[in-house]
């Protein structure tokens, strides 16, 4: 099994649909982060969390929620989804030391 | 705040050429970490190295090797006698004090035969 799963793997969705893209680690990290890829833009931070109680916004988190429901599981909520969310989202996990372990990706496609 | 930038957005060369890709940063933490990872055409990302911020001694592994100079906040990465299989988009990352990871915008390489 994957150390970092993300589902679901692609999704497409409505305009003002709410969806929620969840990952879970076997790695017993305290650290998780979400992030969205878009062609040209790289790897830009959502959300990050360095615990259950502590969840902290990164570059571009208006438009998303997350929600930290143990120290395994971190999902990213679109309240209502808009075209310009379509990208690439990785989750990624961390102990604050070594490298950060990503997910697969979840492709979204908001039309 | 952190920043990474990683200016050559696209290069191509031909099989058997090396091949630098650069790397600066900003971060005003005294400790910090440096990654760098390669996505390839599949989509996955594949951790390369890491450098904390004291070793800025240059690494060599295989092919590939990286340059660290706290002086000009450069974090280069060179790949000697390229291959196809090289292809893919790099990335280059700052983690800083307060954790929060930060990545360059990418530089895609095509290798050619």
């Known amino acids: 099994d994957a150390d970092v799963t993300q589902t679901p793997r692609n999704r497409i969705t409505k305009t003002g649909k709410r969806i929620m893209l969840e990952c879970s680690q076997t790695?017993?990290?305290?650290?998780m982060y979400w992030y969205r890829q878009d062609p040209g833009l790289g790897l830009r931070l959502i959300y990050y969390?360095?615990?259950?109680?502590?969840?902290n916004k990164g570059e571009i988190s208006d438009g998303y929620s997350v929600s930290r429901q143990a120290q395994a599981k971190f999902s990213l909520s679109l309240e209502s989804a808009i075209p310009n969310q379509t990208a690439l989202y990785f989750c990624?996990?961390?102990?604050?030391?070594?490298?950060?372990?990503f997910g697969q990706g979840t492709r979204l496609t908001v039309v | 705040a952190q920043k990474v930038t990683q200016a050559q957005t696209e290069i191509s060369v031909v099989e058997k050429e090396d091949v630098t890709l650069d790397c600066v940063y900003e971060?005003?933490?005294?400790?910090?970490?440096l990654f760098w990872y390669k996505q390839p055409p599949s989509g996955e990302l594949v951790f390369l190295i890491r450098?904390?911020?004291?070793?800025?001694q240059n690494e060599i592994s295989g092919r590939y090797s990286w340059n660290f100079q706290k002086s000009t906040s450069s974090f280069n990465f060179t790949i000697t006698a390229s291959q196809v299989v090289d292809s893919a988009v790099y990335f280059c990352?700052?983690?800083?004090?307060?954790?929060?990871?930060?990545f360059g915008a990418g530089t895609r390489l095509t290798v050619k035969p």
């Open positions: 990624a996990t961390s102990d604050g030391i070594t490298e950060a372990f």
């Open positions: 790695k017993g990290h305290d650290r």
């Open positions: 969390s360095f615990d259950v109680k502590d969840i």
């Open positions: 971060t005003r933490d005294t400790t910090y970490y």
């Open positions: 450098r904390n911020s004291f070793d800025e």
């Open positions: 990352a700052l983690r800083g004090y307060n954790n929060d990871m930060r």
